[in-house]
């Protein structure tokens, strides 16, 4: 059964570090999203892409933010800057119609 | 405003009894959708069910919804201490037409063999 797969599965980071994570979508998925989990708190939305442009972000979705889909299997998200604060998991997902399925998940941990 | 609030947070039972984990929710949604997430691990798809039905199966997993009180609920029956996880609710984002999840808080659920 295809499956949204994502790497590195750890990340350690110094503060005010770049960091890249990585998504493989499922092939024929049009909609794409980064969700991240803070320990201990809610699954946040962070932004949605498709057509090849992010559709909507959110708040937390700032400039040290970004995505990118350098070719037709990937779909990346970047920050430029990390802060202690963007510790988490961080979760792609994507989705033709109806559900959202989702990849494993990177754990970042900035240090 | 808070969207998509399971109760209760936490759960315990004993293998092969039912578990009910019930979902609110604040405003007007096309579908809803619950997950499992294992400790640490990601999120599984379990179940998608949309504004105009209102109880669905698979496998062991029963969803209803009521569109009226803005709720849902999760029943798994004959639990396994497998199905021990995190249960989240998630429904597309209250402020745009778009697809976006907003999740809850989840039901803790501990099945003790």
């Known amino acids: 059964e295809p499956e949204v797969t994502q790497t590195p599965s750890h990340q350690v980071t110094q503060m005010g570090q770049e960091v890249i994570l990585r998504c493989v979508p499922i092939s024929n998925h049009l909609y794409f999203y980064w969700y991240r989990q803070i320990l201990g708190q809610k699954v946040e939305f962070l932004v949605s892409f498709y057509n090849n442009e992010i559709s909507e972000k959110s708040e937390i979705f700032d400039d040290q933010f970004s995505v990118e889909r350098p070719d037709g299997s990937n779909f990346t998200l970047k920050i430029r800057s990390t802060k202690l604060e963007d510790s988490a998991m961080y979760f792609c997902?994507?989705?033709?119609?109806?559900?959202?399925?989702f990849g494993p998940g990177t754990r970042l941990t900035v240090l | 405003s808070q969207q998509g609030e399971e109760d209760p947070q936490a759960l315990s039972i004993q293998e092969g009894e039912n578990a009910t984990m019930n979902c609110s929710y604040k405003?007007?949604?096309?579908?809803l959708q619950w997950y499992r997430q294992n400790s640490g691990r990601g999120l599984v798809h379990l179940i998608l069910?949309?504004?105009?039905?209102r109880e669905k199966h698979s496998g062991r997993l029963r969803v209803t919804l009521d569109t009226s009180k803005k709720s849902s609920s999760l029943l798994i029956t004959a639990s396994r201490a497998a199905d021990t996880a995190s249960y989240f609710c998630?429904?597309?984002?209250?402020?745009?037409?778009?697809?976006?999840?907003?999740f809850g808080s989840g039901t803790r659920l501990q099945v003790q063999p």
């Open positions: 069910i949309r504004s105009n039905e």
């Open positions: 997902a994507s989705r033709l119609t109806g559900e959202q399925f």
């Open positions: 405003t007007s949604i096309n579908n």
């Open positions: 998630a429904t597309p984002r209250e402020d745009t037409g778009r697809r976006a999840l907003t």
